[in-house]
């Protein structure tokens, strides 16, 4: 009995260091520089000139963008780090909305973006790394940011569209009022001449 014992605990001991050496031996390649995590060639769509003037306003926003960008083509470590500003800025970006920005779609954009960070965080700080699952993780995390992109843009073209159609209205209600103005100034003047 005693020979089972000691039998199975150092099977025990040796199973325990295998894991150990595997864990370290994941850990030693992502720690290798030469790994690169996300598109290193990534840049991020551009900002139309009214949604690039409301970034500007929105400072988090920048920020954020820039440090997307810079966590592309990055190493694990760098990743790793990456993650936690990342994770910070998404988090700030969807609690300090402009109201201006302030609409249904920016809103589901930013919580996917939320999402995507936290994700990423939660991915890169993992006891065992999946170097796959981090590469999903960043490019998951690179499509929000793209779609969000899109959506400012296009909420910026839509309320430009919306004046213009909202001037347009004007101008031909003015239009109209000059018209009709005229057409009773016509008739006005007729039954003047028409009563001499």
């Not at 199975?8 to 031996?25: I, K, R």
């Not at 990743?79 to 910070?88: D, F, G, M, W, Y």
Request: glycine fraction near 2%; hydrophobic fraction near 35%.
């Amino acid at each position: 009995m005693k020979f089972l014992l000691v039998l199975l605990s150092l099977s025990f001991m040796l199973l325990s260091c295998g894991n150990a050496s595997e864990e370290e031996q994941s850990s030693e390649s992502l720690n290798d520089a030469s790994i690169i995590f996300g598109k290193s060639d990534y840049s991020i769509p551009v900002l139309s000139a009214p949604a690039k003037e409301h970034a500007i306003k929105w400072g988090v926003l920048e920020d954020f963008l820039y440090e997307t960008k810079n966590s592309n083509g990055s190493n694990f470590e760098a990743l790793r780090n990456s993650s936690e500003r990342l994770e910070e800025y998404a988090d700030s970006l969807f609690k300090n909305i402009p109201d201006t920005l302030n609409t249904q779609s920016i809103q589901s954009r930013l919580m996917v973006i939320k999402t995507r960070t936290a994700l990423l965080y939660q991915t890169a700080h993992q006891a065992r790394i999946d170097s796959l699952k981090l590469q999903g993780a960043m490019n998951e995390l690179n499509t929000s940011v793209e779609n969000f992109i899109v959506q400012l843009n296009e909420k910026f073209q839509k309320d430009n569209i919306d004046l213009l159609r909202k001037e347009d209205e004007h101008a031909e209600l003015q239009k109209q009022k000059r018209f009709s103005d005229s057409v009773y100034n016509i008739e006005l003047q007729d039954k003047k001449n028409k009563t001499l």
